[in-house]
């Protein structure tokens, strides 16, 4: 049998959403082996994943094109996921925390079942149009899923921190599981800042390749100026943090809040909004 990108990246969803599924079960039933499992698995779906995207980039050498595997919505859907579970790995490994896997895992799993599953979703390697064909593509699409990958797992932990805080003196022993608050406001914190500097610098190097591919370093097509409004939304919240001291709840709803114009800036302007970007939702 000879494997193929398509093979290994439709094995990782699968790989994905059993981990998540792992740690759900880890939460629930406080169940050690099961959250070292969970966590072995979503190793072994990177490693399946990386595996995939670079056979995935071979193979389009194979094909005459020669790109990164980073120019369709298929591909940018599969890079997201991959970050987002290398920034998760790298969190479980410095907090020995499981159960934020219940929490971060599935934003990974999700992009990759729509990857995989959705008729709009379109899987085969295609040629760079002339737009896409910049030394700059590599780094400003890493650079900004980075932010993107960050972004939701701060999200993850802002619903886990609006959850635990509901129960204010409770027992309930579902809560109660999740870490302290203080834990998961500084990891939110955290999460947000390094988004937000990569987010920064996407948005930059995206500036320097649009003035090298159009003349212009800015010119308000909606996806940049969409980017715009959820680099203000982070900047809002790191401001109000450092200055006004904000923490809990408010950093919370903001962090889902500025993940909700993540999501339109990367789904809803690409199927309901036309412009220098469009080719995104290819």
């Known amino acids: 049998m000879i494997l193929s990108s398509s093979y290994l990246l439709s094995l990782t969803t699968f790989i994905y959403l059993g981990a998540a599924a792992l740690y759900l079960i880890h939460w629930i039933f406080r169940v050690k082996r099961v959250g070292a499992l969970a966590f072995f698995v979503t190793i072994v779906g990177f490693i399946v994943q990386t595996l995939g995207l670079a056979l995935r980039w071979r193979e389009s050498y194979q094909l005459g094109y020669g790109h990164a595997p980073l120019s369709n919505f298929y591909e940018s859907l599969v890079i997201f996921a991959w970050i987002t579970i290398l920034v998760?790995?790298?969190i479980?490994?410095?907090t020995k925390r499981r159960v934020i896997g219940a929490f971060a895992t599935p934003f990974a799993s999700l992009a990759m079942a729509y990857a995989s599953f959705s008729p709009n979703v379109e899987d085969t390697i295609q040629p760079l149009i002339p737009a896409l064909q910049s030394n700059w593509l590599l780094a400003h699409v890493v650079t900004c899923f980075l932010g993107y990958a960050s972004f939701a797992v701060a999200c993850g932990l802002g619903i886990m921190y609006l959850m635990r805080g509901t129960e204010k003196g409770s027992r309930n022993p579902l809560l109660m599981a999740l870490p302290e608050n203080k834990i998961i406001d500084d990891l939110m914190h955290q999460t947000m800042v390094f988004g937000f500097l990569w987010l920064s610098i996407g948005i930059i190097t995206g500036s320097i390749w649009a003035n090298s591919a159009w003349g212009t370093y800015w010119s308000w097509d909606p996806k940049e100026t969409w980017s715009l409004i959820t680099w203000f939304i982070?900047?809002?919240a790191l401001h109000a943090r450092f200055v006004r001291g904000w923490r809990g709840n408010?950093?919370?709803y903001l962090s889902i809040f500025g993940f909700a114009s993540v999501i339109f800036t990367y789904f809803g302007?690409?199927?309901?909004?036309?412009g220098l970007h469009s080719y995104g939702s290819q």
């Open 250 to 252: 408010r950093i919370a």
């Open 88 to 90: 998760y790995i790298y």
């Open 92 to 94: 479980e490994w410095k």
């Open 269 to 274: 302007v690409n199927f309901l909004l036309s």
């Open 234 to 236: 982070y900047a809002t």
